[in-house]
């Protein structure tokens, strides 16, 4: 079983930076990509960035290119989100989602589906204040 534990949220000035934290309880070669999407009151969970753990190729959903950073310390099995010029609409419950080993990724349609990810952690909160 694989356990994400997320860190890192906070409340933030608009134009703020914070750094989450995703770090996984399992050796990297059970898991073949880690994600992160958010969620925000009353929307749907939108796609925010993933990495893949093998080849270390990323994707990045729109509203976040430019802005926010996806990166991993393997010593650590830890993945990090660098999110940048914070606005408030950024304010959202951020999760991370690790795939199985099994599960492979070639375009960012596949990235972008939830259903394509087996684990997920409980979520951090981020609040941007205008």
């Known amino acids: 079983q694989v356990q994400l534990v997320e860190s890192g949220g906070g409340l933030v000035q608009a134009g703020g930076s914070l750094r989450l934290s995703c770090a996984a309880s399992v050796t990297a070669f059970r898991i073949s990509a880690v994600g992160w999407f958010r969620q925000a009151p009353g929307k749907e969970r939108e796609f925010v960035a993933q990495?893949?753990?093998?080849?270390?190729?990323?994707y990045y959903g729109d509203s976040v290119k430019g802005r926010f950073t996806i990166s991993r310390d393997n010593a650590k099995n830890t993945v990090y989100l660098q999110i940048n010029s914070l606005n408030p609409e950024d304010t959202a419950v951020y999760y991370c989602?690790?795939?199985?080993?099994?599960?492979?990724?070639?375009?960012?349609?596949?990235?972008?589906?939830?259903?394509?990810?087996?684990?997920w952690g409980q979520g951090t909160q981020v609040t941007v204040s205008s």
């Open positions: 990495l893949n753990w093998g080849g270390a190729s990323t």
């Open positions: 989602a690790a795939s199985n080993f099994f599960r492979e990724f070639s375009s960012i349609a596949q990235a972008m589906n939830p259903g394509h990810y087996d684990y």
